[in-house]
């Protein structure tokens, strides 16, 4: 069975602190990572992708990726009361397709 | 543009109702997906479609149904369903079935009374 955890939640940072949102995968050959940014009642929002070892960043979020520790991670910089939703990682394996963690659920507090 | 587009927003059902949900996209994408996702849990996959064809079916019960008319549409086949199915229903697209991005439609919320 592939798996993928997330740091379990909630989790709460104050407004303009660094969130840091962390996925391990028990697939080695996985290929493919991306992060999800999910409202409540609303459907999962793709924010970052990341494909290859190393940081990727776009504005405030930087992704991280170790595949030798199987593990992704996710900054978000000068947090703000929107950035509060579910976070949900998501690992793609060719012929496996998209494997979600249950997600971390971030609270910015003003 | 990476909309993915689906109706019905939201429908109420009957146990022995049919109803269909419809899926749209128009980026070209190769890969379309059903979903289901109950409160404060993850999407569940349901159906894969490649190509317009049915490439994995996630032992998903035959009250199912997928139908997938063309490279940009992606039907939901709906038959005497039971309360437990209801969930948000969400369809997404990627470009093919190699590792690029997936795009979710804002979903159907689903209630079967």
């Known amino acids: 069975q592939k798996e993928v955890e997330q740091n379990s939640g909630p989790l709460s940072v104050p407004e303009g602190a660094i969130a840091s949102l962390n996925c391990t995968y028990s697939d080695r050959v996985s290929q493919s990572f991306f992060w999800y940014r999910q409202y409540s009642g609303k459907s999962p929002e793709l924010i970052m992708s990341?494909?290859?070892?190393g940081d990727k960043e776009d504005g405030r979020f930087t992704a991280q990726l170790n595949k030798a520790s199987q593990y992704v991670s996710l900054l978000i910089r000068d947090s703000q009361p929107s950035d509060s939703a579910t976070y949900l990682c998501a690992v793609y394996n060719y012929g496996q397709n998209f494997v979600f963690g249950p997600g971390t659920r971030l609270s910015v507090l003003p | 543009d990476t909309e993915v587009t689906q109706t019905p927003k939201h429908l109420v059902m009957g146990m022995t109702n049919k109803k269909s949900l419809k899926c749209e996209q128009h980026m070209g994408h190769r890969a379309m997906y059903w979903y289901k996702q109950k409160a404060k849990k993850p999407p569940e996959l349901m159906f894969v479609?490649?190509?317009?064809?049915?490439?994995i079916n996630e032992s998903v019960p035959s009250r199912f149904s997928p139908e997938c008319p063309n490279s940009s549409l992606l039907n939901l086949h709906l038959h005497a369903l039971q309360p437990e199915d209801s969930a948000l229903y969400l369809c997404?697209?990627?470009?093919?079935?190699?590792?690029?991005?997936?795009?979710f439609g804002q979903g159907t919320r689903l209630t079967v009374v």
């Open positions: 479609y490649s190509y317009e064809k049915l490439s």
């Open positions: 990341i494909y290859s070892n």
């Open positions: 997404a697209s990627s470009q093919g079935m190699v590792s690029t991005e997936a795009f």
